[in-house]
């Protein structure tokens, strides 16, 4: 059974930066890609980013571009995404999930993905 646990989410200001965490086995980073998605209220859940596990190439939605990095974390056995120069309209719940069928990033697609974590909350508001 694939578990990933979100961590990290928080309450900042905007402009300020949050690093929210992904956490997995190890087989799991190394055999799936990896992806980060969104949820505000009302709205549809958005992807945000992906890694590859096959060789660490990334993808953004073009919201998030120039602002949020993907990276993995070895050490920590962890997908991580650090996101700068927060905006109100980042606010959502985050989500990270497992593309069981590919280790390439093929698209920030809800439906490629699988294995939901249970996500974390970020909050932008002065």
């Known amino acids: 059974q694939v578990q990933l646990v979100e961590s990290g989410g928080g309450l900042v200001q905007p402009g300020g930066s949050l690093r929210l965490s992904c956490a997995a086995s190890?087989?799991?980073?190394?055999?799936?890609?990896i992806g980060w998605f969104r949820q505000a209220p009302g709205k549809e859940r958005e992807g945000v980013s992906c890694?590859?596990?096959?060789?660490?190439?990334?993808m953004y939605a073009d919201s998030v571009k120039g602002r949020f990095i993907i990276f993995r974390d070895n050490a920590k056995n962890t997908v991580d995404l650090q996101m700068n120069s927060l905006k109100p309209e980042d606010t959502a719940a985050y989500y990270c999930?497992?593309?069981?069928?590919?280790?390439?990033?093929?698209?920030?697609?809800?439906?490629?993905?699988?294995?939901w974590g249970q996500g974390t909350q970020v909050t932008v508001s002065s």
């Open positions: 190890g087989r799991i980073l190394n055999e799936y890609a």
């Open positions: 890694i590859s596990s096959s060789d660490g190439s990334t």
């Open positions: 999930a497992a593309d069981l069928l590919s280790a390439e990033c093929t698209g920030l697609v809800r439906g490629f993905f699988g294995s």
